[in-house]
């Protein structure tokens, strides 16, 4: 019973400017040395994101909310999403068939994670994904990300590449000020295969 009332106490959903954000889990494939959760804050704006238990379809939908109210809906917390690529799905399904717009933040290394091609599992479920690619090499990727998985920085781009067939709308993404990280690199590699680049600005979600 504590546990239950702790969940429902966590933020599961949150608002920032216009968009819903929802929060499914706080387990994460990379470590990155940069995030707020490894420098002691689990606090993004003034919502604190620690789950301490992972909610459940049904609670999700109901802190969703009316989806007609915003923009867009984008799993995005301190956790991977895809982590829980069932639940993201199914959710993600159903609040589409509700009028939203869909939109997954993600480190892109779901397939190397679930061990086959998820990507064709989008198709139809997400408008838009926004994949953390952090850097334009593998030793810089490994610095900053501190992968679990060995070739993570290789498989986030084969699922950047085989995503595009699925989902209309492919976004990769660097952060600009972390030692090494080259932005017009980043930019060209991203290109490269087809996605649109975004610079990203540490601290600053979305
Ligand atoms: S993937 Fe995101 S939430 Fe996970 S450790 Fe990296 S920055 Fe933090």
């Not at 639940?87 to 086959?116: C, F, K």
Request: neutral net charge.
């Amino acid at each position: 019973m504590a546990e239950r009332i702790l969940a429902e106490a966590a933020t599961i959903a949150y608002t920032l400017c216009g968009n819903r954000y929802l929060n499914i889990t706080s387990r994460c494939t990379l470590r990155c040395a940069f995030c707020p959760k490894f420098n002691g804050s689990w606090e993004v704006r003034q919502y604190e994101l620690r789950l301490r238990e992972e909610p459940s379809v049904e609670e999700i939908i109901a802190a969703a909310g009316d989806p007609s109210q915003y923009r867009e809906v984008v799993f995005c917390g301190l956790g991977e999403p895809t982590r829980r690529l069932e639940v993201m799905l199914e959710i993600a399904e159903r609040l589409r068939g509700a009028g939203a717009r869909i939109r997954v933040n993600t480190d892109g290394l779901a397939s190397l994670v679930h061990g086959r091609d998820v990507t064709p599992e989008f198709a139809g479920r997400v408008d838009a994904v926004s994949i953390s690619m952090n850097a334009q090499d593998e030793p810089t990727y490994d610095r900053h990300c501190r992968p679990r998985h060995p070739d993570s920085f290789s498989a986030m781009l084969e699922f950047s590449e085989r995503i595009q067939r699925y989902v209309p709308e492919v976004v990769m993404t660097a952060i600009d000020g972390l030692p090494g990280v080259d932005i017009a690199a980043c930019r060209r590699l991203a290109e490269g295969i087809g996605a649109t680049f975004r610079r990203r600005v540490l601290d600053v979600v979305g």
